[in-house]
T-cell receptor, first 114, second 115 residues
Framework: GPKVLQIPSHQIIDMGQMVTLNCDPVSNHLYFYWYKQILGQQMEFLVNFYNGKVMEKSKLFKDQFSVERPDGSYFTLKIQPTALEDSAVYFC????????????FGPGTRLTVL | GEQVEQRPPHLSVREGDSAVIICTYTDPNSYYFFWYKQEPGAGLQLLMKVFSSTEINEGQGFTVLLNKKDKQLSLNLTAAHPGDSAVYFCAVSPLPGTGSNRLTFGKGTKFSLIP
């Protein structure tokens, strides 16, 4: 079936550095999402993105976070600067429409901030 | 906002046995409901999506029941086999037109077979 890819699978960085997480969504999908899962906790919604704009974001989507998808390339989540509490697995998802649509998930990027 | 409680967090059964995972949600405006399966190193795979007041859906080796009156969603795995070992997540999303299509997830149930 359709697959969402995430690059890299693991990333270790020092606190205060910038990090960019990359997502290659399903090719004909129009809506894109990031979710965050801290070890042992629930997966939580961060943001969704459509037509070049953030449509909805949660309180977890701090000012240090930004998303973009320039020219139909990777859908990216940038964190600048990173903090210790940003350590988590970040899941990207995409869907064809915005309601009652299956969100297809990638395998996640494990981010460790030291 | 919506809160979803999923239980149990861990579940082990013998091959051929059945098992039930239950999610309880709080927001009566939650409208769409999903079960996802996650195998190690893989993304979440959709098992079933449901809506409407009360619905029983049967898939391959499982049954999903939605009871909106009690705000409860359940996944019944029938005749467990090794391929069922994974983490299972329920998720809910709100009514269309509310301006949100975020999924709110349960904490997950780690399901395994007793050797």
């Amino acid at each position: 079936g359709p697959k969402v890819l995430q690059i890299p699978s693991h990333q270790i960085i020092d606190m205060g550095q910038m990090v960019t997480l990359n997502c290659d969504p399903v090719s004909n999908h129009l809506y894109f999402y990031w979710y965050k899962q801290i070890l042992g906790q629930q997966m939580e919604f961060l943001v969704n993105f459509y037509n070049g704009k953030v449509m909805e974001k949660s309180k977890l989507f701090k000012d240090q976070f930004s998303v973009e998808r320039p020219d139909g390339s990777y859908f990216t989540l940038k964190i600048q600067p990173t903090a210790l509490e940003d350590s988590a697995v970040y899941f990207c998802a995409s869907s064809f429409r915005d309601w009652y649509a299956e969100q297809f998930f990638g395998p996640g990027t494990r981010l460790t901030v030291l | 906002g919506e809160q979803v409680e999923q239980r149990p967090p861990h579940l082990s059964v013998r091959e051929g046995d059945s098992a039930v995972i239950i999610c309880t949600y709080t927001d009566p405006n939650s409208y769409y409901f999903f079960w996802y399966k996650q195998e190690p190193g893989a993304g979440l795979q959709l098992l079933m999506k449901v809506f409407s007041s009360t619905e029983i859906n049967e898939g391959q080796g499982f049954t999903v029941l939605l009871n909106k009156k009690d705000k409860q969603l359940s996944l019944n795995l029938t005749a467990a086999h090794p391929g069922d070992s994974a983490v299972y997540f329920c998720a809910v999303s709100p009514l269309p037109g509310t301006g949100s299509n975020r999924l709110t997830f349960g904490k997950g149930t780690k399901f395994s077979l007793i050797p």
